[in-house]
């Protein structure tokens, strides 16, 4: 599991070189909300990684990606993970990632051209409609928003939230009920949405602990205001939304954990280095105190068993589907938020009020990342799905 071949190797040279010397300098401009002169600047380095070859590392190479295997991709999302502009830089960023994959394995030929191609190229993004306010996320199965068949048409009429990337997108893959009657993992499909027909209306950027954000980096609220779309924007079968959905999600959980384990890698280097900088009496400094030793060893720890997990988890994946590897994925995504949590906290703390600023990374991820103990699934929702299954097998 832990052998790299030499091609990765040298993929991930590349890409580790790229981002320290390429892409973590402009998150200032980030931090900074200095968004006009920050994306000029990225569209440069997004050319830039094209032209090294670091260009959609999931995706297969007669779609233009590098034809990577989830596991190999989870080590490339771990290095991306480092910066905060890392995945977006190689157009593997949330949401366009899944949406990709759900293109190339459920869209007609028609569906590719108008939508998937352009999204491969970089030159529009997408946003995926499923979470809804007046509903249970940790229940996907309920949902109100509705399509309704017109003709050759769907009727689409519903409330979304936390639609990733819906500032700027072009196009929303929306979860809607087309079968109420039908068995409840059966009731929702998947239906294309462009964003500029009538009726599509993103209400506002919702503010995520004091951040509106911008672009690729936001959550929308939408307003599907009887929403007019042709019959044949439908992804894959009428009623197999929520099929298709898990589908998305155990690799995309993959890639989040390995992200997760870059943002990681990151926070812990700027807690140590700045631990044996900062000094807290002439002469000593807080790298001496025992708190800081302690914290140091522990996410250590953590940090590596995480990633052994989720490169195990993706093994299982290559090797037997995500079915099989079901208890894998449930695992690493509460595991691994844990772990994230922990370790940002302690960085944050080790840096002491510069940890509060934008003057550093941590802020921005302790109010992002927060939420990966939510999104994908709660915490309290895999540890009880994973838990079912492993007492199963004793009664």
């Known amino acids: 599991m832990n052998d790299i071949s030499p091609e990765l190797r040298m993929i991930l040279s590349t890409i580790c070189e790229f981002v320290e010397e390429e892409i973590i300098p402009l998150e200032p401009l980030l931090l900074n909300h200095e968004y006009t002169r920050l994306m000029a600047q990225l569209q440069e380095k997004r050319n830039k990684a094209q032209s090294l070859g670091l260009w959609l590392p999931q995706i297969p190479q007669e779609y233009g990606g590098m034809g990577l295997s989830l596991a190999e991709h989870g080590r490339v999302s771990e290095v991306l993970g480092r910066s905060l502009l890392g995945h977006y830089v190689c157009n593997c960023q949330a949401p366009d990632a899944g949406n990709m994959e759900i293109l190339i394995e459920h869209g007609t030929p028609e569906q590719k051209e108008t939508y998937l191609m352009p999204l491969l190229r970089g030159e529009i993004r997408s946003c995926f409609s499923m979470t809804e306010p007046e509903n249970p996320g940790s229940n996907p199965t309920w949902m109100s928003t509705k399509a309704v068949k017109d003709g050759g048409d769907y009727v689409i009429t519903g409330h979304k939230w936390f639609s990733t990337a819906a500032d700027g997108a072009s196009f929303a893959i929306v979860m809607a009920i087309t079968n109420p009657d039908a068995a409840k993992h059966q009731r929702a499909s998947q239906i294309i ?31 599907y205001d009887d929403v007019r779309v042709p019959q044949n924007n439908l992804l894959g079968p009428e009623g197999a939304g929520f099929i298709i959905a898990q589908e998305r999600l155990g690799p995309g959980r993959i890639h989040h954990c390995m992200r997760w384990i870059g943002i990681c890698e990151r926070a812990f280097d700027l807690m140590c280095a700045h631990a044996v900088r900062r000094e807290v009496a002439p002469g000593h400094a807080l790298a001496e105190q025992q708190t800081i030793q302690n914290w140091v060893a522990e996410s250590r720890a953590e940090i590596n068993a ?44 080790a840096h002491g009020a510069l940890g509060m600023t934008d003057e550093t990374p941590i ?4 109010r992002h990342e927060r939420a990966a103990r939510i999104y994908d699934g709660p915490d309290e929702v895999h540890k009880r799905s994973v838990a079912r299954r492993i007492l199963q097998r004793y009664a």
Do not use: C
């Open 363 to 366: 802020a921005y991820w302790f």
């Open 306 to 349: 995480a990633r052994l997990m989720v490169l195990d988890a993706a093994h299982k994946i290559d090797a037997k589907g995500q079915y099989a590897a079901r208890d894998e994925i449930s695992l690493i995504k509460f595991y691994v938020a844990g772990v994230l949590q922990r370790v940002l906290d302690r960085a944050l703390q």
């Open 193 to 223: 949405v462009p964003t500029a027909v009538p009726g599509f209306r993103l209400v506002r950027n919702t503010s995520v602990m004091g951040e509106h954000g911008f672009g690729w980096a936001s959550h929308g609220e939408i307003m």
